[in-house]
């Protein structure tokens, strides 16, 4: 059985892996929210907040300065930026379909493993020592404040 070792990050993406450690996690607290049958409208109410609060500013920075390391017509880029749009589509869907949110849940795993594991890994090889130096100067990342008026996951 093959494990996947952790890629080394350089540290002008680690902020952006961070973000995706806890969108993860967002994950995570939708599906055990479903789990233990949390009313889907709750479990929305937190995930919408997230989706405004961490996932837009999150998509802005990449698509802004990290996507175009590559080039805006790049596959995988082209994939990333498809993939920020379908999730956001996803959150103009009726707010209290459990459907919906695990489609939310579903997608956005995918997603954040796709960037990690494939897209993430190109950028790295591929920037210069100036485009991550500006990364770092433009995002350093913020401390996760989380949103814990509902904590239904507990």
Known sequence: MSTLKPQKRVPALQ???REHHQ???LCWKIKTGLAKGI????????????H???????FEVEEKYLFPVLGMENKLV???IEEHRALAQLFC??????????QVQEHLEKHIR????V??????????????????EIHQGTPFVDNTTDAFWV
């Open 15 to 17: 902020p952006l892996s």
């Open 23 to 25: 969108a993860l996690l």
């Open 39 to 50: 009313p889907a409208e709750r479990v929305y109410a937190y995930a919408a907040w997230f």
């Open 52 to 58: 405004t609060a961490h996932l837009l500013p999150h």
């Open 78 to 80: 082209q994939q990333a």
């Open 93 to 102: 869907e009726p707010k209290g379909s459990i459907a919906i949110l695990a």
């Open 114 to 117: 796709f960037e990690e594991r």
């Open 119 to 136: 897209l993430f890994n190109e950028i790295q090889a591929a920037a210069t020592q100036a485009q991550l130096a500006q990364l770092q």
